[in-house]
Structure formats: C-alpha cells, structure tokens
C-alpha cells in the first residue's frame, strides 16, 4: 500500500493540478488539517527538482496565508472551533498562563516551532488567540515558513538522486520515521510550550 501511495504521490507530482493542490495542503495544515505539506513538497521536488524553488515557493505562501486563517481561529473562534483543534493535539490546559508567555515571547515561538516537527497549526491559533501583533506574526510566518520549505528544496535539489534512491529502497523507514517525526512533533508541543 504504502508504494502505491508513494508511486502515486511522484506521479501527481508531474500533474497539472499537482501545484494548486500542494497549495491547498499547504493552506489547510497551517489552520486544522493534519497532514504537513512535506508529504507532497518531498515527492514533487524528487519527481521535479528543475522546480524546486517553484515548488518551495508555492508552499511557503500558501502555508503563510493559511496562518492567516488559524490566526482568525484562534482570534474569533477559539472558544468554539480553536479549543476543539488545540484538544485534539493535547494542549490548551491553562490558556492565560499561555497567553502571557506569548505576548512576551511570541515572535521567538513562531520562529522557532515554525520550523520543527511541532504542528504550525498550534502556532498559528496560538497567535490569534493571544492578540498577537498580526504583522510582526505575518513577517516571522513569512520567515520561519521560507527557510523551511526553500531549505528542503534545496536539501532535495542537491541531493536527490541519492534521497529518491534511498525512499524508494526503504520506504517503509522512511514512512515510519516520517510519522514518528509528527508524533514527535504532537509530543513536543504539549510538554515544551
């Protein structure tokens, strides 16, 4: 199952629609989806590295404009849609404790879980719900969000014969790890933050 997932992921990859969907995974990971937009960035960039800027660039916007959207969860929508989505990661115990911590050390939350394992969707709602300065929150989403992805790229663009020989051979590994790593991720922000 997981080589026809894998196979099927190279070829969307060189799809026409392949583009516009990574920004729709992009766009819906940073507010409530949970499935990193890397599941998608990887594969494109192994399939397309001539594209590889292209790709990263795609995906950084679209995941900075669908910060946007978790921002207005957690400004307008905590109490209903933003508790539910935090819970379901296993945070949210004491929200002004958090709230306090964030506006004293927020720019440096979103720049350092920005680029980690840890759900952005947290930061994002995170940021709404404490009244974040929301352009000091749009340049360091813009920031943390582009090094990610353009690193990646690059990562792949560099190196990715070598990589795509590597998934292809170990797929189950790298899958596993893969999981892991958002598990890890999940893990992480309800005991580090």
Do not use: N
């Not at 002004?96 to 840890?118: A, F, H, N, V």
């Amino acid at each position: 199952m997981l080589r026809r997932l894998y196979d099927w992921l190279i070829e969307l990859s060189g799809h026409r629609h392949a583009l516009p969907t990574l920004a729709g995974v992009s766009f819906v990971e940073s507010s409530f989806f949970p499935i990193p937009p890397d599941a998608m960035l990887v594969p494109m960039v192994l399939a397309r590295p001539d594209q590889a800027w292209r790709i990263a660039l795609v995906c950084s916007v679209a995941s900075v404009l669908g910060g946007f959207l978790g921002y207005a969860i957690g400004y307008y929508a905590y109490e209903t849609l933003g508790k539910w989505i935090v819970e379901l990661y296993g945070y949210g115990t004491d929200i002004e404790e958090y709230r306090e911590s964030y506006r004293e050390w927020g720019l440096w939350i979103i720049l350092i879980k920005g680029m980690t394992p840890i759900p952005y969707k947290l930061v994002t709602i995170a940021s709404g719900l404490a009244a974040f300065d929301i352009w000091v929150f749009m340049a360091a989403s813009i920031v943390t969000r582009g090094v990610r992805f353009f690193l990646v790229a690059a990562l792949l663009r560099a190196y990715g014969e070598p990589i795509r020989i590597f998934v292809e051979k170990y797929l189950t590994l790298v899958t596993t790890a893969f999981l892991l790593l958002i598990v890890v991720g999940v893990v992480a922000a309800r005991y580090l933050v």
